[in-house]
Nanobody, 127 residues
Framework: QVQLVESGGGLVQAGGSLRLSCVAS????????MAWFRQAPGKEREFVAA???????????YYADSVKGRFTISRDNAKNTAYLQMNSLNPEDTAVYYC?????????????????WGQGTQVTVSS
């Protein structure tokens, strides 16, 4: 069983930045595909970003169009941690952000593809 613990959420003004962290209890963290999703009140959970890793390509990153150019996902396999750096935040980014993991190198934009989830961290962007 893999446990994921997120941190770094909070209240920020529009245009500001936050960095989310997700620490995983997994062995062999490098083989897990990692992703961030978010869910706003009354809306479905949506894909934000994902990062895979292989020894021959390193990290490969994927983004939703709505965050491309503003958010950066990364991972530190030595620390069993995935990150989401969020810049130029706007009120539409307000949501609970969830870290997710799957025991496959490849990542997916469908939340159903992920077996492990964190408890979520609230991000609120004021206008």
């Amino acid at each position: 069983q893999v446990q994921l613990v997120e941190s770094g959420g909070g209240l920020v003004q529009a245009g500001g930045s936050l960095r989310l962290s997700c620490v995983a209890s997994a062995r062999a963290f490098s083989v897990y595909g990692m992703a961030w999703f978010r869910q706003a009140p009354g809306k479905e959970r949506e894909f934000v970003a994902a990062v895979s890793w292989t020894s021959w390509t390193g990290s490969n990153t994927y983004y939703a169009d709505s965050v491309k150019g503003r958010f950066t996902i990364s991972r530190d396999n030595a620390k069993n941690t995935a990150y989401l750096q969020m810049n130029s935040l706007n009120p539409e980014d307000t949501a609970v952000y969830y870290c997710a993991a799957r025991q496959l190198t490849e990542v997916d934009r469908d939340p159903a593809a992920y077996a492990y989830w964190g408890q979520g961290t609230q991000v609120t962007v004021s206008s």
